[in-house]
Structures are given as C-alpha cells and as structure tokens.
C-alpha cells in the first residue's frame, strides 16, 4: 500500500484547509485528519470522514470501509487508511 511520501498533506475543499497524514501501524495503516483552524470538534466526525473518503479517492483508492473514527484532540483518526 503507497503512503504519503513525507508529512502531512494538505487538501483544501470548499475554501478550508485541512490536513491528511497517512502512516504504517504495525496492523496496517492510520490516516488522521485535521483542520487547520480551527481544529475539528468532537461533533465533527462525520465532515472528518468526508474529507478522508476525498483525500483517498485522490489517490484513487478508498477509505476502508470498516474504519471507525476516533476524535483525537482536534483531529481525527481512521484506521485501516485507504484500501
């Protein structure tokens, strides 16, 4: 599976910045999402899963449907990345 060659990436949609940074775990992989200001809210997860499901279809792959996310002080995290 193809990572992010450094750091996070950043994605603008609808004017706003946000933050992709996709990582190896030792299951498989992480993708955390974070918006740059302000920083995501607990009652965000549902725009966080949107611009993951965008970041992935831009590497022409998809968010693994069975990640669930998890809200990390100010970002979100999904495990199981882009499949």
Known sequence: M???ASGP???RLSGVGYLA???PTLTGAELRISRQEPAFGYDEGALAKQV???FC???GQRLDPRAMGQFLGGSWRFD???V
């Open 52 to 54: 993951a499901v965008q």
């Open 2 to 4: 193809p990572l992010a």
């Open 80 to 82: 199981g990345g882009c």
């Open 9 to 11: 990436v950043e994605l």
């Open 21 to 23: 940074d996709l990582q």
């Open 57 to 59: 279809s831009g590497r």
